[in-house]
């Protein structure tokens, strides 16, 4: 699969932003999703996960009630609304794909089998 994220952009402290993450392929709905972010100098760190049919959602303790994790599987594509943004969300986003495990989610990064370029966020204060 090839991830194609688009949405990032300079918004303002406590403003809002929808990240999207298009997937080619006939398979999307066999994948889970997760969405991982990385600050500079910092390690890439879990955001938030969907499973195949978007029943299940986990995020991170960081972004929980900020953030909504979503897919539409005509469109082959996963959202990231991000609300009430702060500074430390500053990050290049990632969008990842997991195959197999029943299209349940995962937390680490080892457990996705495909990414995609990034897209960058900057939130100014």
């Known amino acids: ?35 991982f972010r990385q600050a500079p100098g910092q390690e890439r760190e879990f955001v938030a996960a969907i499973n195949w049919n978007g029943g299940s959602t986990y995020y991170a303790d960081s972004v929980k009630g900020r953030f909504t994790i979503s897919r539409d599987n005509n469109k082959n594509t996963v959202y990231l609304q991000m609300n009430s943004l702060k ?20 937390t680490g990064l080892n457990e996705y089998d495909y990414w995609g370029q990034g897209t960058l966020v900057t939130v100014s204060s």
Request: glycine share 18%; with cysteine; hydrophobic share 40%.
């Open 1 to 35: 699969a090839q991830l194609v994220e688009s949405g990032g952009g300079l918004v303002q402290a406590g403003g809002s932003l929808r990240l999207s993450c298009a997937a080619s392929g006939r398979t999307f709905r066999r994948y889970a999703m997760g969405w």
């Open 87 to 106: 500074p430390v969300d500053t990050a290049v986003y990632y969008c990842a794909a997991r195959f197999g495990a029943g299209g349940t989610y995962a």
